[in-house]
């Protein structure tokens, strides 16, 4: 079984659903976690962590976390040497993300209400790896700024999927991976 497989294994979808959905955790589809919020499609989450191509002890960034299933497998994807920060502008996904993944017993994983106005973390970048579950409407420098060297980001931008990658020159490459729908990027 390769990482992803083995992260979607151990980390399973209905954990974090609301309990009102959790009979529908093998729908693949987006199922709503409240607030006008989603959990994204697992075949979504999956194309999107294999283009992030999270390695063991890296510092992730999981921008929209929502029910905290993302976080969480990106926490097993990094192991116990890596960190992952979620980040999450409902304060209400915030504390049951947080609850969800607490129960994960992955303690280098965490979620905190974002910060208005300010995209991910600069405070603590640079980072490894980045996650963005929402759709933005044009590629968010600011997120692109806190790529470490040789680092990843993988957004939807305008319905397409983007891989941003940062050379360890510094220079940027993007390339585009299919069409997908998200819930909207807030900043």
């Given at each position: 079984m390769d990482r992803v497989s083995a992260a979607f294994a151990a980390m399973?979808?209905?954990?974090?659903?609301?309990?009102?959905?959790?009979?529908?955790?093998?729908?693949?589809g987006p199922l709503q976690i409240g607030h006008g919020q989603t959990n994204s499609q697992p075949r979504t989450v999956e194309d999107?962590?294999?283009?992030?191509?999270?390695?063991?002890?890296?510092?992730?960034?999981?921008?929209?976390?929502?029910?905290?299933?993302?976080?969480?497998?990106?926490?097993?994807?990094?192991?116990?040497?890596?960190?992952?920060?979620?980040?999450?502008?409902?304060?209400?996904?915030?504390?049951?993300?947080?609850?969800?993944?607490?129960?994960?017993?992955?303690?280098?994983?965490?979620?905190?209400?974002?910060?208005?106005?300010?995209?991910?973390?600069?405070?603590d970048a640079p980072f490894d790896r980045i996650l963005v579950s929402a759709g933005a409407a044009k590629l968010p420098e600011t997120l692109v700024n806190q790529l470490d060297s040789q680092g990843v980001l993988v957004i939807p931008v305008d319905n397409v999927m983007l891989r941003v990658t940062r050379s360890a020159s510094g220079d940027i490459a993007r390339s585009e991976h299919g069409r997908y729908s998200f819930v909207p990027l807030i900043d």
């Open positions: 399973p979808r209905e954990l974090f659903l609301p309990s009102e959905v959790r009979t529908r955790a093998s729908y693949d999107m962590l294999r283009l992030l191509d999270v390695r063991p002890g890296q510092r992730v960034l999981d921008v929209g976390s929502g029910s905290g299933w993302t976080t969480a497998l990106l926490a097993h994807l990094t192991g116990v040497t890596g960190r992952v920060r979620g980040v999450e502008r409902v304060p209400e996904l915030v504390t049951t993300g947080s609850a969800a993944l607490e129960r994960t017993g992955q303690p280098w994983a965490t979620i905190e209400a974002a910060t208005d106005g300010m995209l991910g973390l600069p405070r």
